[in-house]
């Protein structure tokens, strides 16, 4: 999961300038989750939120990707999902058998914050801003959540031996992405972007590409050293309350009951026609990767659809993907498959903004003559 995003010239969560409030969607979500609302700028950010106290910013994310475009629910899930990365790291490597070095997440979250950083400054030198990391404590908060858990990820999920450069790289890409490919969405000619691929995926896809000799951490660590109840009870928690999360705040439980269903079909699929044992094709569900991949990275709200038939579509796609690459021995099928499915949604955003034409403002209609 990923965000932080900033609006163009026509919107900017900039809590000093004032946020941006936007009006409701008057004609509902289209199926790539983009609004028809417009912006309406008003006064300074108003009440925080959490034991923070972040206040709800306003973000093109958070506008576009979220139900109501609630801020507050973006937050949430922010906070859920890097407390539970963190958990489960600091878990992983003193109880469960994590067999990557501690050193690994440590430099993973540090080369994310730091490249958040580096990147909000950048961005505010080019515009002449003050960096918003400088204002307050709970707006640095806010700008490191979304790269806290990239920088986590990657670093659970990449096993590079003791190599820490991998890890770097996975996650400095991962960060850099969001600035360097974005798409255009909501209203025609409102100028607002997004990022277009899951950083941890895009992060992770890259360095699985360019250091062929590094692979996914291997299945088994992940519970390694548990045992009994606790054994089939720690994925099960993990997983069920990912999924609250995205029943009851990020609107994404369509997008991941579409993925699991059709991961299971496409499994019987190749079953069938190459004839293998059906639970074969099923046994990747088992691993703490899938799960990590179901929660994080397919439903991530910043980069997928915020209709149902949007949600349902993307996570069959990813599915269908993932089935033909695997067919053709691919290796880490799973990420690879994401980053094809988002790049395809993403031609078609770009062509979709190519061709459709602003919408004209409102005018109030005239006044009819006396007499008439």
Known sequence: ??????????????PRAGHQEMAPHPHGLGPLGQGAGTPATHGPQGTGIGPQGIGPQETVTARYFYPQGD?????FALFYFASLLTLWNILGHTLLGFEQSIAQPLVGVGTACATQLLLEWLRTAAQGQRPRFLDSREALIGLLLPAWIPGLAVAMLLYPNEGLVPVAFAAALSIASKGLVRVPVGPPGGGATQHLFNPSNFGITFTLAFFPWIGLAPPYHF???????WYWGLPFIILATGIVVHALFTGRLALCLAWICGFVLQGQIRAFLFDIPPVLPLLPMTSAAFMVFTLYMI???????LSQRGQIAFGLAVAAVY??????????????????????????????A?????????TPAAEEAPGG
Not at 223 to 229: F, M, S
Not at 299 to 304: F, K, L, S
Not at 325 to 338: E, K, M
Request: aromatic share 14%; charged share 15%.
């Open 299 to 305: 439903p991530d709200p910043a980069t997928t659809p």
């Open 323 to 352: 089935g033909v690459y695997f067919s053709l021995h691919l290796a880490f099928g799973l990420f690879f498959s994401l980053f094809t499915v988002c790049l395809l949604r993403g031609l078609y955003l770009w062509w979709q």
């Open 223 to 229: 519970t390694e050293h548990v045992t009994g109840l």
């Open 1 to 14: 999961m990923s965000e932080g995003q900033t609006m163009s010239a026509t919107a900017t969560d900039d």
């Open 71 to 75: 801020p507050r629910r973006r937050l």
């Open 354 to 362: 190519a061709w459709r034409t602003p919408e004209a403002p409102a």
